[in-house]
């Protein structure tokens, strides 16, 4: 796109998510080529060349697009199952299907995954996939085409499992990789499809599954192999008492001590979950700069406890918002997980001061994309930064009457989406993805999902 073409969105409230969390009752965006060229109050400046489009956004709030840091999406296609289970059990229960995707199954799934996200306001999403069963195609390939065939910035974290049930692991022997199998495709990945630069559509990390699914040796040499590629770092982290458990009889310490020791905090480093975290498990992710996936939804579905993000958030460890796998989070949904993550840690030692709607809103953008490592070019309303921004529709039944703009996006009913820009390209426009066809994607999502069941035997 020519870099001067401008998009002038006016008479809106914004909420910019900038530092001091600047917000403007009536304001305008002037979006040029990708990136915002200005934010403020009242009418864009006068005199503005090569307009293409102006936008009267009278009664809706303007936001940074929401950012999503945890997902799995090849679960799109076993959502529903093992519905009454804790974390391992549910784990156990469903391996063995996951084990039989293909590319096609995973392909499906990331469309529908991602269309669920993109058309609630996401703008940069991201899939932890970790199931690569030999044989089953080019699977990071067929997301990656997936994420970018629909207009989303996209980190994919390239997961892998080594430790199988004959190694004290939890997943069954048929669903893993070998240790140098999974460093070299994870390797090959990055060097594919990683982009360095600004403005770049498509990231990688490095991402082992989880302590409880990969062998010491992975995550060491997954940290090092990230470290060498200039890449960031991805994995599960104290999710339940069940792991804590396992982490203790296994390596004789807690979750966190044990991924000090392999190399595991850092700032280029984000975990999803940290439910079970002690002071001192908490000051190490604030001393390191290591961020959290918080992820609500997941949790209460798994049982698995409340995250301490207030105390984290306090501390300074850099927190955002995660759906996780649909497995464990049917809806699929990011922005109903701001009103989630504020009413479940309510439930918490903090109660009604454990987060508010700004702090909510900041979560799902620039808490985002602060672990994703990309704070310096998206997640708040800044000039200079790149256009991936939302316009939420408050003026209906279900936020009309509700006089602050922020309370009812996050307190409310989820709300509608009338426009949703990335990389300044306009990708969804009232509640329907331009960039895909839902009722296609819908169609294929539950043909594969039947053929996965077929092939699974169940
Ligand atoms: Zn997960």
Redesign the pocket.
Known sequence: MAADRRIVIENCSIATVDAHDTEHASGHVVIAGNRIESVGAGRAPEGLQDVARRIDATGHLVTPGLVNT???YYQWITRGLATDHNLFDWLVALYPTWARIDEEMVRAAARGSLAMMARGGVTTAMD?HYVFPRGSGDLSGAIIGAARDMGVRFTLARGSMDRSEKDGGLPPDFAVETLEGALAATEETVRQHHDTSFDAMTQVAVAPCSPFSVSTELLRDGAALARRLGVRLHT?GS?TVEEEQFCKELFGMGPTDYFESTGWLGEDVWM??CVHMNDSDIAAFARTKTGVAH?PS?NARLAAGIARVPDMLAAGVPVGL?V??TA?NESGELHTELRNALLINRLGAHREAALNARQALRLGTYGGAQVLGRSAEIGSLEPGKLADLVLWKLDTLAHASIADPVTALVFGAAAPVTASFVNGRQIVEDNRLLTADEDAIARATREEARRLARIAGH
């Open positions: 945890h997902h799995h932890h599960h999710e999803a979950h992820c997941s995660g996780d796998g464990s």
